[in-house]
């Protein structure tokens, strides 16, 4: 073999381990990708989530445990209107109880009730209908849309929030008959 063809072929492999080895970074950097997307933001999200959750609903218990039996006790028997307007000025005077959540703002609409929440610099909408069952106030089909969605977890907010609620009528001798979410409004029958 010629000196020339060395060279040749010296610089040749050169360049193929130059090759190989950008293939080999852009495969790593693929696999870190995909493990960071796939198996570690999914526990970070869960991991941070269970945190905040914890904290609303403890928050959350607090707040309803301080003044559930109050407002229970002042409900009229008989049909009662609760409008948005009620509602939102209800969650603006307790606005520091709702930490971490900036604000919340509820909606009423046929069959449903939605709430926009701000927190951490992001609104989301929290969306559920209300039915009774039993005798006890639940919540249908919660669902959270947007990027809270990744932190909070809504179902077990609202199974804490109806055991409260159901648990203090059950104590002061009330019952909800029927609910009923109408645009603007919630009605609910309160026998006792």
């Known amino acids: 073999m010629s000196y020339r063809n060395e060279r040749y072929y010296g ?3 050169n360049r193929n381990g130059c090759l190989l080895a950008l293939v080999v970074l852009v495969w790593v950097v693929l696999i870190v990708v995909l493990a960071y997307r796939f198996w570690l933001r999914p ?7 269970g945190q905040i959750g914890g904290q609303l609903n403890q928050q959350a218990e607090q707040g309803a445990a301080a003044s559930l039996p109050t407002a229970i006790a002042a409900l009229p028997t008989g049909a009662l209107r609760i409008t948005e307007a009620q509602a939102n000025d209800y969650l603006a005077s307790r606005a520091s109880s709702l930490k971490p959540l900036d604000s919340a703002t509820v909606h009423f609409v046929p069959d449903e009730v939605q709430a926009d929440l701000k927190a951490l610099g992001t609104t989301s909408t929290a969306r559920m209908g209300l039915a009774v069952q039993n005798n006890r106030i ?3 089909n919660p669902q959270l849309d947007g990027p809270l969605e990744q932190f909070i977890a809504l179902p077990e907010l609202t199974r804490s929030l109806e055991k409260q609620l159901n648990d203090q009528l059950a104590l002061q001798g009330r019952k909800i008959t029927a609910v009923r979410v109408e645009q603007g409004a919630i009605v609910i029958n309160v026998e006792g």
């Open 11 to 13: 610089r040749r492999r």
């Open 43 to 49: 526990q970070v999200s869960q991991f941070v989530g």
């Open 138 to 140: 639940i919540a249908v």
